[in-house]
């Protein structure tokens, strides 16, 4: 089969024994002095393929290539550079070129890269016959590239130099949403400005994929901590236009780790609680002998109010290690607020009469109805935490002052909105601070530093939120926030609540 190899601007120099090639008698040579001769008009036959001779005087060419190339996709180009131009080389194959080899040559050399282009021309030619085959390939690899980049388990997306979004894939819009075109540090960060420390623009700045560990905020509020890897995306010259990312969700295994290391330092804690509640139950015990023994029903009266107390301490104290170390599924259902009120009341109004303690309750209804979706029996449970922290509060206190608890509920269209205050003893800044922290407690060997953390727990597993104000000897006031409709992200938690 006759074939046409073009050689321009060949030297002897180049390939001394050319002569032994096997394609000599198919070569063609050509001698151009500016890049524009570097064409193929329709008069003649068009090359199979084309070796440009590149010398260090004339490196205009590489525009050239690469117009050549993207408006003929079948033409096979291959560069030829001196050994000390390497770098030249490579940017042929940026430009285009589909191989290059250095230069001075052997013939065996040429004739390996020539027949390497002989090859790929005969696939060109034998397997896609014209242009709507190149379409269908790059249609059918298209849309392979778009299921790779919506199939893939992590949110991904595209940037450019400006910040700007430029694409993303479904999984980043399912929790994002779609914002081509608008700011990256406002859509995962919700900030103004972008980010004082940003692995995307390491990325951008030495052309290196980055790797690094943040947070970032979905679109209904639910923080993710991430470990984010960035990378390159270069253009046909090699510059880099844009950047993508890569962020693969560890916020479960990161809460793992924060609640094994507690679980840990709970062991210690607790064990040191009940061993001070266990010395407590057998002084009671002690009482009880001693007035079984003096036949003084004061003593024993005393023994067993003491242990009873010690008892209750650790079955509280027992329930609230059972609620924190176990994975309890939430069963969300319809509740009236009205009805969750008043059972709530119902389990801490013994203790408030029993210690003279006023309890009024209050309800506001300003829609149709006043129900709302919750796990009852967490929530409930969070609320009576707080209700007898206000109790002990005003015992605790005590003197001639008559002491009050309210329990109030307003609810609207969105949220229904608790309140629970207290008139007892208060808190001061560093105990305010540190109030829903784990095992901290300001009722010494009283407390287990577990019920005020969980509350808050329950009310962030219910996409909800508690705030508190206290003063000393006045007074605390805790303001709880839960959402009237479960959202999506509480049913399906997949982070933690990001707050305001």
Known sequence: M????????????????????????????????????LAFP????????????????????????????????????????????????????????????????????FDFYINRALERNYLHKHICFNDTCYQSRFARSEKNYEQLFNAVPCFIYVRDRDYQITDCNKKFKEYFGDHQGEYCFGILKNRDEPCTKCSLEKTFRDGTSHASEMEIISSDGVKHTVLCWTTPLRDSRGKIKNAMVMLTDITEVRRLEDHLTSLGFMIGSISHGIKGLLTSLDGGMYLMERGFEANSREKIREGFDQSRQMTARIKKLVLDILYYTKTRKMAWQQVSVGRFLEDTLKIVSGSARKNNIRIDHKLEVLTRDDIFEIDEESLQSAMVNIIENGIEACIDQGGEKQHWISFHARVDKEKALFTIQDNGLGMGDATLKNIFTIFFSSKGNKGTGLGLYIANKVVQQHRGEIKVKSTQDKGTKFLIKIPRQVPRTARNPRGMVCSN
């Open 42 to 109: 329709e008069s003649r036959r068009d090359p199979d393929v084309v070796v440009v001779f590149i010398r260090k005087e004339k490196q205009d060419c590489l525009e050239r290539i690469e117009w050549i190339t993207k408006t003929d996709i079948d033409k096979e180009i291959i560069a030829a550079v001196p050994e000390d131009m390497l770098d030249t080389g490579v940017k042929t194959l940026q430009y285009g070129a589909s191989d290059f080899f250095t230069l001075p040559a052997k013939a065996r050399t």
């Open 2 to 37: 006759e074939r046409v190899i073009e050689l321009i601007n060949y030297a002897e120099e180049a390939i001394p024994d050319l002569e032994q090639s096997r394609f000599y008698r198919e070569l063609e040579f050509k001698s151009i002095e500016t890049a524009g001769e």
